[in-house]
């Protein structure tokens, strides 16, 4: 008996009862319950909390006395049995008392033994020191493991709760007092449709894990008034049966709108940085946009030429953006980018500005005469932006200054050579304007060797929060600000038409920065004006040929609805955000089979 004494000794680490061990399968450990001995725990005081299958079996008096007592101590039980023991001993200690008990005798007269460690009894037959040492070992890990993850689930501050595969509450800890307002004890034994029926929680994760049998998560209501971010993961036994269900609820009453604003922007943006970017960054270019692709891989094509390229696109595109990223790209990157905005220059002085003029070559000219623009390019790049409302005398010179690369400086008779490079940019037709009369044919032509069209804002949807990202980050810098976009106003900007494109987001932008109180950019923070287009852009026609029933009716809207923001935004993330739905609930949407 040395070897056994030692081991319940092994016993007495804690003063934590085995009472409260509903079943030992709770240490995932399958022997106990399959074991061939017969094996019972009791409480503290005695009580019968657990009994295996052979213990069961084996001792069908106990059993039924368990069954009609369920308060009577195991002492009790075996003293009121035909098991009275023979031989019994009392290991008492400050902390506990252990009652040893080994009779030879069972009713039928057989040997075999029966042992009662503190609740814990043994019936088995021919049993060796061994086999008992091996047995107590077990008792005694399991034990510790069982107490071990007590510990840690009554110590975690987050609501722990465990539910059966008919979701009923099996465990929890004690933080279920504080968020649901439900004693432990009272809240065991409970199903999770009637704490939802019953307005205990807003809405229950589990039972959505039990109808879709996948993991879960979603923002739950209290009546306590408490706000929990629960995560719901259903577990599985070895044949693929549903087995218990794990949340784990964290409070984020405490968390201020702000900081769960902030949150979501910085997701968004973790995911639009995953994504092709189209921002002036470093002077380059990063799009999505198929045209833009297109014409980024033919400015590519032409960086060790300087051929005269033709930029169109309307107002606020970023003609001048692609402008700068050809020179950038060109062999002529080391020298100067000078633009001239052929629009703000009276005609009457645009050809000075542009040849430049000698000394008294006019009246009101600079005594030692003024270089100009094309002279200021020398070496690098010359962009020649609104090149529409380029007078026709003036279209004249530029043609020759094109074909001879060489020019004239007004007043003089000496002619100077140019080597730059010229891009033209305009908002205009300039073909229609060549029927019209209002262009020269001839420098059309010569000005469109490398034609390159920079699509609307509004054709390349999935940009804009791009775009927008990267314009809140630089007003940010440059004004001392932190402000963030909701998901809502980002969904808003997204939509709308966008007729100042590019230029007009920027400024608002810039605006919304400057003005907006809070540190989060709403919907109510944007104009009316912004709010009020989108309402009505990429409107889906809905034509009603015959009548269905009304769920399969919203079931095909659903789906057009579907099918239109993957058309305008090829990034789920964004499609998702721009119907305000959560990019999971998105992708399940669109991959659900057929019915």
């Given at each position: 008996m040395d070897v056994i004494k030692s081991i319940l000794f092994q016993l007495l680490d804690s003063d934590t009862s085995l009472g409260n061990i509903p079943s030992l399968s709770e240490c995932?450990?399958?022997?106990?319950?399959?074991?061939?001995?017969?094996?019972?725990?009791?409480?503290?005081?005695?009580?019968?909390?657990?009994?295996?299958?052979?213990?069961?079996?084996?001792?069908?008096?106990?059993?039924?006395?368990?069954k009609s007592n369920p308060t009577a101590t195991l002492a009790k039980i075996i003293k009121s049995t035909v098991f009275f023991p023979i031989n019994c001993a009392l290991i008492e200690t400050p902390e506990e008392n252990y009652l040893v008990c080994v009779t030879n005798a069972n009713e039928d007269g057989n040997s075999s033994h029966l042992v009662t460690i503190y609740g814990i009894t043994d019936l088995m037959n021919d049993w060796t020191e061994a086999d008992f040492e091996k047995m107590l070992k077990l008792i005694v890990k399991c034990?510790?493991?069982?107490?071990?993850?007590?510990?840690?689930?009554?110590?975690?501050?987050?609501?722990?709760?465990?539910?059966?595969?008919?979701?009923?509450?099996?465990?929890?800890?004690?933080?279920?007092?504080?968020?649901?307002?439900?004693?432990?004890?009272?809240?065991?034994?409970?199903?999770v449709r009637d704490l939802e029926k019953n307005g205990i929680l807003s809405k229950s994760v589990t039972r959505e894990v039990l109808d879709k049998g996948t993991p879960s998560t979603l923002v739950q209501d209290t009546k306590t008034g408490h706000r929990l971010l629960v995560t719901s993961?259903?577990?599985?036994?070895?044949?693929?049966?549903?087995?218990?269900?794990?949340?784990?609820?964290?409070?984020?009453?405490?968390?201020?709108?702000?900081?769960?604003?902030?949150?979501?922007?910085?997701?968004?943006?973790?995911?639009?940085?995953?994504?092709?970017?189209?921002?002036?960054?470093?002077?380059?270019?990063?799009?999505?946009?198929i045209t833009m692709q297109h014409a980024l891989?033919?400015?590519?094509?032409?960086?060790?030429?300087?051929?005269?390229?033709?930029?169109?696109?309307?107002?606020?595109?970023?003609?001048?953006?692609?402008?700068?990223?050809?020179?950038?790209?060109?062999?002529?990157?080391?020298?100067?980018?000078?633009?001239?905005?052929?629009?703000?220059?009276?005609?009457?002085?645009?050809?000075?500005?542009?040849?430049?003029?000698?000394?008294?070559?006019?009246?009101?000219?600079?005594?030692?005469?003024?270089?100009?623009?094309?002279?200021?390019?020398?070496?690098?790049?010359?962009?020649?932006?609104?090149?529409g409302e380029l007078p026709?005398?003036?279209?004249?010179?530029?043609?020759?200054?094109?074909?001879?690369?060489?020019?004239?400086?007004?007043?003089?008779?000496?002619?100077?050579?140019?080597?730059?490079?010229?891009?033209?940019?305009?908002?205009r037709n300039l073909a229609k304007m060549v029927e019209s009369g209002q262009f020269r044919e001839d420098l059309y032509y010569r000005l469109n060797v490398v034609p390159l069209y920079i699509p609307p804002l509004r054709e390349r949807r999935s940009e804009i929060?791009?775009?927008?990202?990267?314009?809140?980050?630089?007003?940010?810098?440059?004004?001392?600000?932190?402000?963030?976009?909701?998901?809502d106003a980002m969904a808003i900007l997204t939509n709308a038409p966008w007729p100042g494109n590019i230029r007009e987001l920027e400024n608002l932008i810039e605006r919304l920065v400057v003005t907006t109180p809070s540190s989060v950019i709403s919907a109510d923070n944007l104009p009316e004006s912004v709010r009020k287009d989108t309402a009505t852009v990429d409107a889906i026609e809905i034509k009603?040929?015959?009548?269905?029933?009304?769920?399969?009716?919203?079931?095909?809207?659903?789906?057009?609805?579907?099918?239109?923001?993957?058309?305008?935004?090829?990034?789920?993330?964004?499609?998702?955000?721009?119907?305000?739905?959560?990019?999971?609930?998105?992708?399940?949407?669109?991959?659900?089979?057929e019915e």
């Amino acid at each position: 008996m040395d070897v056994i004494k030692s081991i319940l000794f092994q016993l007495l680490d804690s003063d934590t009862s085995l009472g409260n061990i509903p079943s030992l399968s709770e240490c995932h450990n399958e022997d106990l319950d399959q074991s061939l001995y017969g094996i019972c725990f009791s409480s503290k005081e005695g009580s019968i909390s657990y009994a295996n299958k052979t213990f069961m079996q084996s001792i069908e008096s106990i059993a039924a006395h368990k069954k009609s007592n369920p308060t009577a101590t195991l002492a009790k039980i075996i003293k009121s049995t035909v098991f009275f023991p023979i031989n019994c001993a009392l290991i008492e200690t400050p902390e506990e008392n252990y009652l040893v008990c080994v009779t030879n005798a069972n009713e039928d007269g057989n040997s075999s033994h029966l042992v009662t460690i503190y609740g814990i009894t043994d019936l088995m037959n021919d049993w060796t020191e061994a086999d008992f040492e091996k047995m107590l070992k077990l008792i005694v890990k399991c034990r510790k493991e069982y107490l071990d993850d007590e510990f840690i689930f009554d110590n975690i501050f987050d609501l722990l709760t465990v539910s059966n595969k008919n979701g009923v509450l099996i465990k929890t800890n004690s933080a279920i007092e504080e968020q649901f307002g439900l004693k432990r004890e009272l809240a065991i034994g409970t199903n999770v449709r009637d704490l939802e029926k019953n307005g205990i929680l807003s809405k229950s994760v589990t039972r959505e894990v039990l109808d879709k049998g996948t993991p879960s998560t979603l923002v739950q209501d209290t009546k306590t008034g408490h706000r929990l971010l629960v995560t719901s993961t259903p577990v599985y036994d070895q044949n693929g049966e549903l087995y218990k269900i794990f949340n784990i609820s964290k409070d984020v009453t405490s968390i201020t709108t702000l900081e769960s604003k902030l949150q979501e922007a910085e997701e968004l943006i973790r995911e639009y940085e995953k994504q092709s970017i189209y921002t002036e960054t470093n002077n380059k270019i990063i799009t999505s946009n198929i045209t833009m692709q297109h014409a980024l891989n033919t400015v590519m094509q032409i960086t060790e030429v300087d051929s005269t390229v033709l930029i169109e696109g309307e107002t606020g595109v970023g003609k001048d953006v692609m402008a700068k990223q050809i020179h950038d790209t060109s062999i002529n990157k080391n020298g100067p980018f000078v633009k001239v905005n052929c629009g703000a220059i009276p005609d009457s002085l645009i050809e000075s500005e542009l040849f430049g003029y000698e000394k008294g070559a006019f009246t009101g000219a600079l005594n030692q005469g003024k270089p100009g623009l094309i002279a200021a390019a020398e070496g690098g790049t010359l962009l020649l932006d609104e090149i529409g409302e380029l007078p026709l005398n003036m279209q004249v010179k530029l043609l020759d200054l094109i074909q001879t690369k060489s020019y004239y400086t007004i007043g003089s008779v000496k002619p100077m050579t140019a080597n730059i490079r010229i891009i033209a940019a305009t908002n205009r037709n300039l073909a229609k304007m060549v029927e019209s009369g209002q262009f020269r044919e001839d420098l059309y032509y010569r000005l469109n060797v490398v034609p390159l069209y920079i699509p609307p804002l509004r054709e390349r949807r999935s940009e804009i929060p791009h775009l927008t990202h990267e314009f809140l980050k630089r007003f940010n810098e440059k004004y001392h600000k932190n402000k963030h976009f909701s998901r809502d106003a980002m969904a808003i900007l997204t939509n709308a038409p966008w007729p100042g494109n590019i230029r007009e987001l920027e400024n608002l932008i810039e605006r919304l920065v400057v003005t907006t109180p809070s540190s989060v950019i709403s919907a109510d923070n944007l104009p009316e004006s912004v709010r009020k287009d989108t309402a009505t852009v990429d409107a889906i026609e809905i034509k009603i040929n015959k009548i269905i029933p009304l769920k399969e009716a919203q079931q095909e809207m659903e789906n057009a609805m579907f099918e239109k923001a993957l058309e305008l935004f090829p990034n789920k993330s964004v499609a998702a955000d721009v119907l305000g739905i959560h990019r999971t609930t998105f992708s399940r949407k669109i991959n659900k089979p057929e019915e």
